[in-house]
């Protein structure tokens, strides 16, 4: 698989924002999605991207508030996160799922290949 790698994470304070990236070691064509998961909690999809607008994806807590982008000269997904809020703490993942993001993007099930993660805490 395509190696994924995040980066952007840390601390900051409620209202503030992290611009996160996911960086590929080759391109790709694949749906690219953004999940978090917080400490006894489940895995949550964030946003998901193809190329379109058409395929663009964002649960509804973080519509308006974040954006998802890619620059496939860099090979890489970037999350602008704005305005955080606590419950925006989580381990943030970068995720590649076969094809189109569809339906259910919002699917962990879907999605085959996995970054580390990168850690998000809004205090």
């Known amino acids: 698989h395509v190696q994924l790698v995040e980066s952007g994470g840390g601390s900051v304070q409620t209202g503030g924002s992290l611009r996160l990236s996911c960086t590929a070691s080759?391109?790709?064509?694949?749906?690219m999605g953004w999940f978090r998961q917080a400490a006894g909690k489940e895995r949550e999809g964030v946003a998901a991207h193809f190329t379109t607008g058409a395929d663009t994806y964002y649960a509804d807590s973080v519509k308006g508030r974040f954006t998802i982008s890619r620059d496939n000269t860099k090979n890489t997904v970037y999350l602008q996160m704005n305005t955080l809020k606590p419950e925006d703490s989580a381990m943030y993942y970068c995720?590649?799922?076969?094809?189109?993001?569809?339906?259910?993007?919002?699917?962990?099930?879907?999605?085959?290949?996995w970054g580390q993660g990168t850690q998000v805490t809004v205090s």
């Open positions: 080759t391109s790709t064509r694949n749906c």
């Open positions: 995720a590649e799922k076969r094809g189109l993001c569809g339906t259910w993007w919002w699917k962990a099930f879907e999605y085959s290949n």
